[in-house]
Nanobody, 123 residues
Framework: QVQLVESGGGLVQAGGSLLLSCAAS????????MGWFRQAPGKEREFVAA????????AYAESVKGRFISSRDNAKNTVYLQMNSLKPEDTATYYC????????????????WGQGTQVTVSS
């Protein structure tokens, strides 16, 4: 199995930036398309971003497009989410996940999940 561990969450003021990292175990990290999801209290877990196996292609939710950038370093078994121009509505627990489906936008298409890291954006 693939184990994923997120880090980099924290408290930031609106307009600020955070870099989230997701470290993966195993030798097959590059076989997976990776995704980022977030979940705020009382809300469904929603798609944020996805990145293809090679890192060449990405997909973003409309709400974060132009502000968030996903990247990956397969040599380090790590995927990143650079979050810029943060807004209070970005406050949520952020999860990374691994999928065999390229740029999958739904939770059901992901096989492995990290434990989540909290991001809080103050106004």
């Amino acid at each position: 199995q693939v184990q994923l561990v997120e880090s980099g969450g924290g408290l930031v003021q609106a307009g600020g930036s955070l870099l989230l990292s997701c470290a993966a175990s195993g030798r097959t990290f590059s076989s997976y398309s990776m995704g980022w999801f977030r979940q705020a209290p009382g809300k469904e877990r929603e798609f944020v971003a996805a990145i293809s196996r090679s890192g060449t292609n990405t997909a973003y939710a409309e709400s974060v497009k132009g502000r968030f950038i996903s990247s990956r370093d397969n040599a380090k078994n790590t995927v990143y989410l650079q979050m810029n121009s943060l807004k209070p509505e970005d406050t949520a627990t952020y999860y990374c996940a691994a999928s065999m489906v390229r740029l999958a936008p739904t939770r059901e298409q992901y096989d492995y999940w990290g434990q989540g890291t909290q991001v809080t954006v103050s106004s």
